[in-house]
């Protein structure tokens, strides 16, 4: 029903690209493709034969060249169109970057609140247009610092935070009114929304005032990054609850980001990072739906988050592709109204995957490549990774190239001056739509499979993120794809590039805090909130309230965890393989 026409070339005329083919025209391009393939190819080939296993990042064979035969299927106001219209191909506004460019929004956190506070005030004076948090593995794992289970890893992949305190003094003297705030957290998502939305309140923001993104999808977990905590059932509850929560109360607040880079940082294709992440999407959605929330009231403030790898073109069709079929979805099967409701907004990072070790300055330039892939498949915001991060959270200096790399782009390369300046290419057209199409054939799978639950539940996202991992290893290890400094053009020397590292001391800190705010407050306010919030997780109403009381009487982060623990259990996954 939703899907692209068969290829036809029909009787009349048909706009092709900007070009006017009618089928005699159509007919007269093959021959004469035929003609240059039997004579001027051929005669090429015998004197230089071409390279070996010329296909994409995601192992998609590429063909010799485009030409508008390859395109001739394609309807251009149906399947392209003007950019900020239906179907959204060529963006989702107007103008796109002529008018601003896109928010630069590097990521950030590592160490005590403090510690992070001061690269968030660095960053933005270095021009950075938004934050975007990083959150440390007890926190992500919803333990307080001094958890057992949280033993060494404070602040080594993101800041620690287990209290009100902490977030306190992590968006110290920040204009949380003039900008956006991105949270990448998940199980724990709604407690750290609470701890955010508290502080700015204490600071005298109100919450429609606030703009910003909370990460949330918790989907993306069970079938790439592995950080569950409760079964995807109880979870998908929480989720909807912000959902709820922010269509209420805070219009401006994003409050799911449905998340495909880590998926394809599993090691997933291009085509199931989109796919797995719109059929996502799809189940937050229904969810929604479900509840009771009407498709308008909470589908504009969905979006979405990418990676962005090192295929140039594969991953601008991978853009171009996404906005379309959510653009299908929202309009033709959710019946949405609305239009902002039909675009696909999204985040967009560079692939930390793909950065490497050997030689760690090359990874400027791979960074480069996919960040101007990114603009030029259309992203709002966008992540630049720097250099040292296959060593270690990123030194100032290093964060500082990453953001540079983007401001050079938007403001030098010239890319930023007109929208979407790669459309009508037959390669891009064309990679665009089988991209779109091979997507639509993983949905159905899935649904036809049962959806996404059952599809976590019986091991198919794993298998094929596993399989295709594993096909992407062996060509590195075989040679059919080369990666500069580590299969090819390797060099023996010494690592010289400086590091961060996390002193004790930070912890202390921290610690000392946490140990002060347990016993600092009021600890009947505390039992009250959490036992308040033990009924709400029993029953059926949105847990957000609750939420935000326990959070204001400053109960910890594990100590709110703990509660939701108790209730929903906590999952254990079912060995696939």
Not at 165 to 187: C, G, H, V
Not at 408 to 413: D, F, K, N
Request: aromatic content about 10%.
């Amino acid at each position: 029903m939703l899907d692209q026409e068969s290829v036809d070339i029909g009787k009349e005329p048909r706009l092709v690209q900007g070009t006017l083919f009618d089928t005699a025209e159509l007919e007269r391009l093959a021959a004469e493709q035929r003609r240059w393939e039997e004579t001027t190819l051929k005669q090429s080939l015998e004197r230089m034969p071409e390279r070996e296993h010329l296909m994409t990042t995601s192992s998609v064979p590429i063909k010799r060249v485009y030409t508008p035969l390859d395109v001739a299927h394609l309807d251009y106001m149906r399947d392209t169109g003007l950019p900020g219209e239906y179907p959204f191909t060529r963006g989702v506004q107007p103008t796109m970057y002529r008018a601003k460019p896109w928010t630069m929004r590097m990521f950030a956190g590592f160490g005590t609140a403090e510690d992070t506070n001061a690269r968030f005030k660095y960053l933005l004076q270095q021009g950075q247009t938004g934050l975007s948090t990083a959150f440390d593995m007890p926190t992500l794992y919803g333990y307080d610092t001094d958890h057992p289970m949280a033993a060494g890893e404070f602040g080594k992949c993101g800041v620690a935070v287990s209290s009100l305190a902490d977030m306190e003094i992590l968006f110290k003297d920040l204009p949380l009114d003039r900008i956006t705030t991105s949270m990448t957290i998940n199980s724990p998502a709604a407690v750290i929304w609470a701890m955010y939305i508290v502080n700015a309140e204490k600071q005298g923001y109100s919450r429609e005032k606030l703009g910003g993104t909370l990460q949330n999808d918790i989907l993306k977990e069970y079938i790439a990054q592995k950080e569950f905590l409760f079964p995807p059932e109880p979870s998908l509850r929480l989720v909807v609850d912000t959902i709820e929560f922010g269509a209420r109360h805070m219009p401006r607040w994003n409050t799911v980001s449905i998340s495909g880079y880590h998926i394809r940082e599993a090691g997933a294709t291009a085509v199931q990072e989109l796919a797995f992440t719109i059929a996502d999407g799809m189940t937050y959605v229904e969810a929604a739906l479900q509840r009771g929330l009407k498709i308008d009231e909470f589908a504009p403030r969905l979006s979405f988050f990418f990676d962005v790898h090192n295929d140039f073109f594969e991953e601008i069709a991978k853009f171009r592709a996404a906005r379309r079929i959510w653009a299908k979805l929202m309009r033709e099967r959710y019946g949405a109204k609305n239009p902002r409701s039909w675009l696909l907004r999204c985040h967009a990072q560079t692939a930390g995957v793909s950065l490497t070790a050997q030689q760690p300055e090359n990874n400027i330039v791979r960074t480069t490549i996919q960040a101007l892939a990114a603009v030029l498949g259309g992203t709002q915001s966008l992540h630049t990774n720097a250099l040292d991060e296959a060593l270690a959270l990123p030194t100032e200096k290093a964060a500082l190239i990453a953001l540079r790399t983007q401001q050079i782009i938007a403001h030098e390369s010239g890319v930023a001056n007109t929208v979407d300046p790669l459309g009508g290419s037959y390669f891009i057209e064309k990679l665009t739509d089988e991209t779109e199409q091979a997507a639509w054939e993983y949905i159905r799978r899935i649904e036809e499979l049962g959806g996404v639950l059952a599809c976590i539940q019986n091991g198919f996202f794993q298998r094929e993120i596993a399989e295709s991992a594993y096909r992407y290893q062996q060509e590195i290890e075989q040679g059919k794809r080369i990666i500069v400094g580590v299969n090819k053009y390797v060099m023996e020397e010494e690592m010289k590039v400086p590091t961060l590292y996390i002193d004790r001391e930070g912890e202390r800190v921290h610690l000392e805090r946490l140990n002060r705010v347990r016993r600092e407050r009021d600890q009947a306010a505390v039992r009250k909130a959490l036992d308040n919030l033990r009924r709400v997780a029993e029953g059926r109403e949105n847990t957000m309230p609750a939420i935000i009381e326990a959070v204001r009487a400053y109960a910890t982060l594990g100590e709110i965890m703990d509660v939701f623990r108790s209730v929903f259990g906590e999952y254990t996954e079912p060995t696939v393989f």
